[in-house]
């Protein structure tokens, strides 16, 4: 049984609504499930997220990784005046994808005080492993 990791109250449509008018909104990227220690999000692979030859662009896959694993990564934190910032992200392409969504789903690696890891698994709607991604997050003052 998984420990629940989260220090903010929040709901699913709360955290698509931030995300509405930003990055993860324009490329149609939601949340779709929270769990104890986990976060999902879906994306569509058209023509927004699409590079010329027709495949999913590996920067809209690092888009949706890093979208996870920064709001995960918030709303581990308990602190009212602290954030998170990336500091290293990177991305293993594994299969193409052409249409449909895409899901993501990150989970902790490490959740310290001063720095956290994320793993991001990307599949595609055959749940076939399409990217691997890792983010590493520093907590920061707000200022």
């Known amino acids: 049984m998984s420990t629940k990791i989260w220090k903010k109250d929040f709901t699913i449509a709360a955290v698509n609504d931030i995300n509405g008018a930003c990055m993860p909104g324009h490329v149609g990227i939601e949340v779709t499930e929270i769990g104890d220690d986990y976060m999902t999000a879906k994306m569509p692979v058209d023509h927004r997220t699409r590079q010329p ?79 691997v991604s890792r983010i590493t997050l520093a907590v920061v003052d707000i200022r």
């Open 53 to 131: 030859m027709g495949l999913l662009h590996g920067g809209a896959s690092v888009v949706l990784a890093e979208t996870l694993g920064s709001i995960a990564g918030l709303l581990c934190i308990a602190a009212a005046d602290k954030t998170v910032v990336g500091v290293e992200i990177n991305a293993n392409h594994l299969r193409a994808a052409r249409d449909g969504f895409v899901f993501g789903t990150a989970r902790p690696i490490r959740i310290g005080r001063n720095l956290q890891v994320w793993n991001i698994e990307i599949k595609d709607e055959q749940e076939r492993l399409t990217c």
